[in-house]
């Protein structure tokens, strides 16, 4: 931590002249289980990861916002009194797009000069937009003197994301990075916006293992699948009127009607309402730690994922073979919203060094990328980090 703070007081030195008198820290996460469930208002475990968001800032008194990167090139000076996006360095929409939502709500807020350093892999799958979205919306409250409580802080970053980046997203990223908790996952009911914490048993490592195949939501399936969720619930609702979610669906209720579904929109349903199920499920698992189960939940989520949800890659479905024929290897799934990425591996206690080695070897077989394969622990969400 301190080679990194060096290292970016530094770097913000260089660009604004004097050094950073604030740092705001928000984590990625990793899905265990509840591929999207969240935009259906169910359940999901996540889990915050040890990879994270840092923005070193100094407060302006002009208004402005000066927001630059130590990991992709450009940045952008906006007013606070004219958001607009950003085409040409799209990444700054995340830090407007809370400015603009943040003020759109009624908040006052004070600029900053601002740079971003972030562990989380780009386009990963790891949350890297809602990190950056939180650790922005944190270092507003702060430096504004704002009550703003952290599901608040969330439904600010998803609205962010939704109506000024342009991703239909649900409320699981940035709700996990601001409420992560130290050493456990959570139980997150997307509906209620609560949570609660599950131990996740000793015995057992949680590996990502990034296929570094990029995705790119903007207008792509994710919208898509949605979309099609959204209409399953309209067509249930002719026979189910209380209905108004996914969530809301039994399994018997499922089956009772698919039949008077389109064939595309119940292999979608279907996932959602057993995944949902397998989330639970997972509730009173992962305690115990008992391989046979858990690999089953692992195994049936990934499998509805290739073949009811469709958002498989080909990448996937080799990180998927090298992951579950390594040594150690309990339960492994795709993670975050598919289409590449990265997926998700329990591992037994002892096995991480060969693991890694297996994994690496037969995914870079099979595709010819370097992977980047990492045991990751739960921490604590979002924060002001104590230096001066």
Known sequence: MEERRRYISEEFNKR???????????????????????????????????????????????????????????????????????????????????????????????????????????????????????????????????????????????????????????????????????????????????????????????VICNTRAKRNLVGTEYDERRAQCEEGVRLLQRFYPEITALRDVTPAMFEGQRRALPALIARRCQFIIEENQRVLDLAQALPEGRPEPLHALFAASYSGALDLYEIGAPAMSAMMQAMSTAPGAVAARQAGAGFGGSMVALVKGGFLEPFTEHVTKIYQQETKIQPEVDAVQAVPGAMILDWV
């Open 16 to 206: 604004y002249g004097r050094l950073p008198s604030i740092w705001a820290r928000a984590p990625g996460r990793v899905d265990l289980m509840g591929s999207h469930t969240d935009y259906n208002m169910g359940f999901v475990m996540t889990m915050t990861i040890d990879r994270d968001t840092w923005i070193a800032a100094r407060p302006r008194e002009d208004n402005q916002v000066a927001i630059y990167s130590c990991n992709v090139p450009g940045g952008a000076l906006f007013s606070l009194e004219d958001i607009q996006r950003d085409e040409a360095v799209p990444w700054t929409n995340y830090v407007r797009g809370v400015a603009a939502e943040m003020q759109a709500s009624g908040y006052k807020l004070r600029g900053f000069d601002g740079l971003v350093h972030s562990t989380i892999p780009f386009g990963s799958g790891l949350s890297s937009s809602a990190a950056i979205e939180m650790a922005t919306a944190l270092l507003f409250k702060t430096l504004s003197g704002l009550e703003l409580d952290p599901v608040d802080m969330a439904l600010i970053g998803q609205k962010a994301e939704n109506e000024f980046v342009g991703v239909s997203t649900g409320i699981l990223d940035q709700y996990s990075s601001v409420m992560g908790r130290n050493g456990c996952a959570i139980l997150l009911d997307c509906r209620h916006l609560t949570s609660e914490v599950v131990r996740i048993n000793p015995s057992l490592h949680v």
